[in-house]
């Protein structure tokens, strides 16, 4: 399903231009348990609602950002850059 997703930096944009980086998760420490690991790189939370995502502008600026999207209706709330996220 195709929708707009706005870029910080170029603005609003058709989502086929960007990249899926998948949810935003806490990385574990470098030293934690095989089973941490696990959880984050394959474990998938998958929210009905508000989900706080990566994405990257692969057919524009060719940076990382961060949004918050409502996946049952794909509406993009919120775009910013990672340090100006709010959780």
Do not use: I
């Amino acid at each position: 399903m195709a929708f707009l997703l706005r870029c910080p930096n170029c603005g609003e944009r058709n989502v086929w231009e960007f990249r899926f980086g998948g949810e935003m998760t806490a990385r574990p420490k470098p030293d934690a348990p095989e089973r941490e690991w696990t959880a984050y790189f394959y474990d998938r939370r998958n929210v009905a609602g508000d989900q706080h995502e990566w994405w990257y502008h692969t057919f524009g600026c060719r940076k990382w950002f961060q949004a918050v999207r409502d996946t049952m209706t794909n509406e993009v709330r919120e775009t910013s850059w990672p340090e100006e996220v709010h959780a």
